[in-house]
């Protein structure tokens, strides 16, 4: 069984398509003495059952990690980037920043870019680009993104492009998570494909290529960034048969409110608790998972007398690590506590009523229910 090279889900088990005796190779033309041995091959084109990648299921071509563009000038090209940088560049206020291509080639694209005041940085793999690039004066490094935990030379950039390269990648999870580690919090990418949309529009056989192991649909390049770190703030088509996307690196989730809370709910609980203790018996309402964690984290072991619960598969137990015994509202009603602290959010208000039921007055009830515990007020008081 073959597997996605974007997710690792089942390909499916019938190709798509199969085509017979295509070109094996775009690039390193063959000669005429390598006519007698040089073959066609074919093509079966695959759709992954998980993530939706359509992908060829041979082998990549040995010179995937190299961008070898035609080197000539194209007018329409030109034009295509100058526009792209010319929005992008400002939508990410780039301007002096650090901006890496990666598979630059000799730079066709990257002198471009060179022109506007950013800093401007190039990787490519194979070497005789490598240093015709440098020849132009540009900064390149002769590196190729292969690992995650690859640290880039002149890094980290505060941006990336990539041209036409992704769908060369045969394992191109891997390719974006490694420039993404070697981009600063927040950093942008520019990304463009060939379009899968595309060749179905014009019904085009002629465009697979062993060259290219995927064929990304917006939906289907959008998956895969979003699992690789990005989120995708933009996608268009342009030039007719190629999609572009506007990245943004993701942000981790900001939990510096949940640190800061953790010490002040331990305090406040404690604090509560010590101080109900020492005037009677202290019991918590509610043996789910919040119970179970402020008895637990804080130490409330010795401190609780018992937990109630109206579930009866729970009475009987103990709680999890902090070993409290969990006991039903009759049997707590029976030996009453003299303050009870509800942990039960979204139940709140129906265990207050229960304890006004079946408690004596006067009892002490209180609740956690954000992050901060709140004293009720006895209805029998009110
Ligand atoms: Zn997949």
New binding site residues.
């Given amino acids: 069984m073959k597997r ?6 089942p390909l499916s088990a019938e190709p798509l398509l199969t085509i017979e005796n295509m070109p094996a190779a775009a690039q390193h033309l063959p000669r005429p003495e390598d006519a007698a041995t040089e073959r066609g091959v074919t093509l079966r084109l695959c759709a ?6 359509t992908q060829l299921d041979t082998e990549p071509v040995s010179y995937y990690r190299d961008v070898i563009r035609s080197g000539g000038y194209s007018e329409t090209m030109d034009k295509l980037r100058r526009a792209q940088y010319d929005a992008w560049i400002p939508a990410f206020h780039l301007e002096g920043k650090k901006i890496l291509e990666a598979g630059c080639g000799q730079g066709e694209f990257l002198s471009i870019l060179a022109a506007y005041p950013v800093k401007a940085y190039g990787m490519e793999h194979f070497h005789e680009l490598v240093v015709k690039a440098r020849e132009k004066g540009l900064t390149v490094a002769e590196e190729y993104p292969e690992r995650e935990d690859q640290v880039f030379e002149n890094g980290p950039f505060d941006a990336f492009t990539s041209f036409n390269f992704l769908e060369h990648q045969p394992d191109p999870a891997a390719y974006l998570r490694a420039i993404a580690n070697n981009l600063t919090a927040g950093g942008a990418g520019l990304v463009t494909v060939p379009s899968f949309e595309y060749i179905l529009e014009e019904n085009s056989f002629y465009e697979f290529i062993p060259d290219h192991l995927s064929y990304f649909t917006e939906d289907s390049l959008s998956s895969l960034l979003n699992r690789c770190g990005f989120d995708v703030l933009k996608k268009e088509r342009v030039n007719r048969d190629t999609i572009s996307v506007w990245i943004k690196k993701k942000a981790r989730p900001d939990v510096s409110g949940l640190i800061e809370k953790q010490k002040s709910i331990a305090r406040d609980i404690t604090g509560l608790v010590n101080e109900a203790a020492a005037r009677g018996k202290v019991a918590i309402w509610g043996a789910s998972h919040q119970g179970f964690s402020i008895a637990a984290s804080l130490g409330l072991g010795d401190k609780i007398c018992y937990i109630i619960d109206s579930a009866p598969f729970k009475q009987g137990h103990i709680a999890p690590s902090s070993h409290i015994p969990i006991v039903s509202p009759d049997a707590a009603a029976a030996d009453p506590a003299t303050c009870i602290l509800i942990v039960a959010p979204g139940y709140t208000e129906e265990i207050a009523a229960r304890i006004c039921e079946k408690f004596p007055a006067g009892t002490e009830i209180w609740t956690l229910r954000s992050d901060v515990p709140e004293r009720l007020t006895d209805r029998r008081e009110a």
């Fill in positions: 996605c090279i974007a997710c690792g889900a992954c059952t998980g993530c939706g990648l």
